[in-house]
């Protein structure tokens, strides 16, 4: 086989694989992440299998025509939410099918998403913590609560951000956040203050609820990819078990 055609091969699973990672650590469920990939393969007049993991990706690139396969592998970045690189990425990849697109306008425009800008720190801050304080409010709470709320929210938020900069295990962030929500919100029950403190101290937490790995758990569960619906669920799980442990530590030391 010419090593022209080898190199061709070569160079789209890279992108296969980096389109591939992004979905996964963008929050995307395993279907999209199949369906995205072998489309782009199928572009080129490649098939492609992939094995998608919690912490690798696996590919396989079949050129049918010559009968050469080629196998890589890539280890994904930890897992969060960022819905403008998956919707940009599925407009990325039917404008390869439409308009056949070379792998450096492919390069080019992965680049250009990765380097998108992020809401400045304080505003996702403020923004989280107002929709904390709103969930209080439609649980009932008064404004006493929605303050004790809103600062909790804001400072449990901000305590998470610092302990991912020191590179903490994620779990741990996690009950470092809620503790330190429910430490704030949890004062308001132990002083008796505000008519109903409880709805504060409740919803403290509701920005660290996993939606995202319950949601995609139940996704692929549906699909059929038991392993990885299972690990979601059980990522889900330890995310639950660190918040429900942060609230237990909160009632203990204010025997509430």
Known sequence: MENAKIKRIQDLSKILLEVGALLMASGANSSRIRITTLRIAGAYGYSAELLITHRALMLTVFDEESDYFYSSLKRT??????????????????????????????????????????????????????????????????????????????????????????????????????????LIAGSAVKFHLGTTPEHAFATSVLYLIP??????????????????????????????????????????????
């Open 77 to 182: 970045s930890p897992h969060g939410a960022n819905f403008k690189m998956v919707s940009g990425i599925s407009r990325m990849s039917w404008r390869i099918v439409e308009e056949a697109w070379d792998f450096q306008k492919v390069w080019d425009e992965i680049e250009r998403l990765k380097s998108l800008p992020h809401y400045p720190r304080y505003v996702i801050l403020l923004t989280v913590a107002l929709a904390g304080a709103s969930f209080c409010r439609l649980f009932g709470g008064g404004p006493i609560e929605m303050l004790f709320c809103y600062v909790a929210t804001f400072s449990g938020l901000f305590i998470r951000q610092e302990a991912i900069k020191k590179s903490f295990n994620p779990y741990l962030c996690i009950f470092f956040a809620a503790f330190t929500s429910c």
């Open 211 to 256: 939606g995202i790995p319950l949601i995609n758990s139940l996704s692929d569960l549906l699909d059929g990819n038991i392993m990885n619906g299972l690990v979601r669920g059980m990522n889900g799980l330890m995310i639950s078990f660190s918040i429900a442990l942060g609230m237990l530590c909160t009632i203990l030391i204010y025997n509430i």
